[in-house]
C-alpha cells in the first residue's frame, strides 16, 4: 500500500482522482475570453483571477513536492549503493596489509555527515510547504494536499540513519587507525 502511494506521488496522480484535470502541463498556456486571440497565449494586459494565481502556485508546490521525494529517493540510493561497495571492498581486502585501506571509510564518513545534515535541515524547511499547501487548499477548497508527513518521516528517518551509519563508519576507521600505529 505504501509502494502504491510512493508511485502516486512519483506519477503527479493523487490520492483523489479528481486532482488528475486539475493538472496542466502548458502552465504557460491561460486560456482567455478573448475572441481574437486564437492561438491560446494571453495578453499582457490579461488579469488573472485570485484562483488561477492560487491553483498555480499549488501546481508549482506540488511539483516541488514531486522533486523532493524524487531527489531524496535516489540520493538515498545512491549513498547506499556508494557506501555498500566501499565497505564490500574494505571488508574484502582487510586482512592484508595496508596504510591506505582506512582512508577508503572517509568518503562514506563525509557523505553520511553532509546527506544527515540536507535532509534533517530540508525537514524543517518543509513544515513551511506544508502550512503553504494547507492554506492554498483551504482558499480553493481543494479535498486535501500531498501527504508531506510522509516526506518528513522519510527525511528524519534517513537523516537519523545516515547519523548512525556515519558513526559506525567513523568508529571502524579510528580503530583502524590505531591498529596500524
Not at 36 to 41: F, R
Not at 93 to 108: F, N
Not at 114 to 130: C, E, Q, S, Y
Amino acid at each position: 500500500m505504501l509502494l502504491h502511494r510512493i508511485q502516486w506521488v512519483l506519477q503527479g496522480i493523487s490520492v483523489y482522482p479528481r486532482w488528475r484535470c486539475w493538472r496542466n502541463e502548458n502552465i504557460m498556456l491561460h486560456q482567455s475570453d478573448d475572441t481574437d486571440n486564437k492561438d491560446g497565449w494571453v495578453k499582457s494586459d490579461h488579469k488573472m483571477s485570485p484562483d488561477a494565481v492560487l491553483m498555480d502556485q499549488y501546481k508549482v508546490y506540488v511539483d516541488l513536492f514531486k522533486f523532493y521525494v524524487d531527489c531524496a529517493l535516489k540520493a538515498t540510493t545512491w549513498f547506499y549503493a556508494i557506501t555498500g561497495s566501499i565497505l564490500t571492498y574494505y571488508f574484502s581486502h582487510e586482512h592484508k596489509p595496508s596504510q591506505l585501506l582506512p582512508y577508503s571509510l572517509v568518503l562514506p564518513i563525509v557523505l553520511s555527515v553532509g546527506f544527515a545534515i540536507i535532509f534533517l535541515t530540508g525537514r524543517t524547511h518543509l513544515k513551511d510547504m506544508g502550512v503553504k499547501l494547507d492554506h492554498i487548499r483551504g482558499e480553493l477548497k481543494l479535498p486535501g494536499t500531498p501527504h508531506i508527513q510522509f516526506l518528513m518521516l522519510f527525511l528524519t528517518l534517513c537523516g537519523t540513519l545516515y547519523i548512525c551509519v556515519g558513526l559506525a563508519i567513523t568508529v571502524l576507521l579510528i580503530h583502524d587507525l590505531f591498529k596500524l600505529h
